[in-house]
């Protein structure tokens, strides 16, 4: 049997206890037959997945939070849940939301989460009214709902009092990720086919309350910019010529092999600049009964003689950049031995700068244990230094000059291979 205290204690009610159910009942009240009632539709978070589950709201404009002169006021909504103990959100969450009835459905941008002092669960939201997009490292085209407009502060929210000075700037709001957080200063994005902008300023270092330090809304203060010829109007995308990549195999003929043959291939990536860079790839064969390959580029013949398996290399993270090679099955083949160089394509060396070759002797794709030598002629050697390395030789431009450096690379009963470079200056 319960003591009278003990009784208490099980229906008693603490002050805020009251107080919240009555604020929760005042707005279940609200609930019942009100035109303000709408569905939305909110990203599931924290980590940000683009999974919604949808909540019946109220919603309300924001114009006494209003910091705007320029904005749209129907932009700017604020939603009330029903429930006062809603999930926590997040700056930069998205929702989507129709306020036309559910006949035209647009993403939203969280920009003042829910407040835990508050007696009621809601939250500030503005609508995304245009869609950044760029190329990312890899030459992907990322596109990502946002938010584009004006900030105005100053040292008096009535703006428009005498004395009082206003700060305006533009402002882009998006949702943080890997992306948007290695967007840098004097990046450019294109809006609407017509319009550029240049970053001046990235907030991506503000951490919410209760994420462990990750970042989930990305502020970009942007000023306009001129349109440039590297720039793709159709594509709406800035500097979109600025950014390409080249794949190339070093094994420019097809391969004939025997079954059990095992050799290796590899390849070159480059950027706009004509400088290799190193990129994650991604290895596949057209028929693994044909030929195996692993993620290195080792392969190993297993068909039968005639058949034929196409070797395909590509980035990870751009699958439409690539290159392939086929390898046909043959009962014996001639052997080939030669020098194969990486890279063998390098047209210039600006001053001060290295380049590394590597380089070896291959029959039919198998590397042998025959030395290679490299020797430079053509110009003087005060204009550029030749040293070893483990995998071939590092070239060096020293000073700079007009006539062509000719590296020359010999093998014992291998034809020799020239390479031409130009010592080019600084700029």
Known sequence: MLSAKEYLNNIAQTPKESYKSIIQASLI?????????????????????????????????????????????????????????????????????????????????????????????????????????????????????????????????????????????????????????????????MFQHSSCFKVEEVNNFMQEQGTDGEITCVKIYVSYSDMLPNDNKELNICDYYDNHFTLTLDQEDDIEQVNGFIGKLNAIVKDSNDCIVDMPLEWSTSDSKVVEIDEQGNYRVIGKNGDIAIIRCSMIDNKDIYDTVTIKVVENYVEQKEIIITPNDIKYIKQGNSQEFNCGVFVNGQKQDIKVYCNGSGVDNKYYNIEETKNGYKVTNIKTTTTPLILTFSAEDCDNVEIKILLKGVV
Not at 52 to 80: A, R
Not at 117 to 136: E, P
Not at 156 to 168: E, F, G, L, R, Y
Request: hydrophobic residues 30%; negative net charge.
């Open 29 to 189: 009240s609200e609930w019942e037959d009100n035109t303000q009632m709408h569905t939305i539709k909110e990203q599931r978070a924290l980590p940000f997945v683009n999974e919604y589950d949808e909540y019946e709201v109220y919603l309300d404009t924001i114009s006494d939070d209003m910091i705007n002169t320029s904005k749209v006021y129907s932009d700017f909504v604020k939603i009330i849940f029903k429930d006062c103990d809603h999930k926590q959100n997040y700056k930069g969450q998205y929702y989507k939301l129709s306020i036309d009835d559910n006949s035209n459905e647009e993403y939203y941008i969280c920009y003042d989460r829910i407040n835990r002092l508050s007696q009621i669960s809601d939250t500030k939201v503005v609508r995304c009214n245009n869609v950044l997009t760029w190329r990312d490292k890899y030459g992907n085209i990322v596109t990502m709902p946002c938010y584009l407009g004006t900030d105005i502060t100053s040292t008096n929210n009535q703006v428009s009092k005498d004395a009082i000075i206003p700060n305006n700037r533009m402002i882009i709001l998006i949702q943080a990720n890997d992306y948007t957080t290695s967007i840098r200063n004097n990046q450019r994005f």
